[in-house]
């Protein structure tokens, strides 16, 4: 009996080691895919170039930023927990659809960097009354969660604001420096 137990103790050790390696090489494999496609869509974009329009597709999970009808540099974004429709009300984990003006800069944010959608407009705060409810706000374009931006290669791959745009870190830079306040920015379902 005792044989039986030192035998399976044994084999339960090696099967945790063999879990373990398995869990390593899975995740080793995921930062690399992540990484490679990430590379690819770093394209370096003109200093000069003028960003005049923010098209944010919440179907497509893109972003993308235009110059004039030229796509100058197309982003993945994750969304809200409730993605579908337009924003009704707070906490409803909603992106807004709709047009929009980029209007303030963030840099002290619970998140990695942050922009500002103008939701609630006159439209959007009608409808919420209305109906007896807030319409919300704080509707960011936003990095990772702040001293999280080491997993984007996970959180990246779901609906995880709410009701925000979310891109990597090194992606916010990008956004930032390419965009300026007061740029307007369009989301369609």
Same mark, same amino acid.
């Given at each position: 009996? =005792?044989? #039986? +137990? ?9 099967? #945790? ?6 869990? &390593? $090489? #899975? ?9 490679? =496609?990430?590379?690819?869509?770093? @394209? ?11 098209? &944010?597709?919440?179907? $497509?999970?893109? %972003?993308? %930023? ?11 974004? $994750? %969304? ?9 009300? @707070? ?10 003006? %980029? ?13 500002? &959608?103008?939701?609630?407009? $006159?439209?959007?705060?009608? +409808?919420?009354?209305? @109906? ?15 001293? #999280? ?41």
């Amino acid at each position: 009996m =005792s044989f #039986f +137990r030192l035998d399976s103790h044994k084999y339960s050790s090696w099967l #945790f080691v063999a879990i373990g390696f398995s869990l &390593v $090489a #899975f995740m080793s494999t995921s930062n690399i895919t992540y990484a490679k =496609s990430h590379s690819e869509n770093k @394209q370096s974009m003109p200093e000069s170039t003028m960003i005049d329009k923010v098209f &944010v597709d919440k179907s $497509a999970r893109t %972003l993308q %930023l235009l110059s004039g009808n030229n796509l100058i540099k197309s982003y993945p974004i $994750a %969304l809200g927990g409730s993605p579908v429709g337009h924003k009704r009300q @707070q906490g409803d984990k909603r992106t807004p659809i709709g047009n929009y003006t %980029l209007d303030y800069k963030n840099e002290n944010s619970k998140f990695y960097r942050s922009i500002h &959608v103008s939701y609630p407009n $006159a439209t959007d705060k009608a +409808r919420a009354k209305s @109906q007896g409810v807030s319409p919300g706000g704080d509707i960011m374009i936003h990095g990772q969660k702040n001293g #999280f931006g080491h997993l984007a290669w996970v959180n990246q791959k779901r609906d995880w604001t709410d009701g925000c745009i979310a891109v990597t870190n090194d992606e916010m830079d990008e956004i930032m420096a390419a965009v300026k306040i007061g740029t307007p920015i369009e989301i369609v379902d």
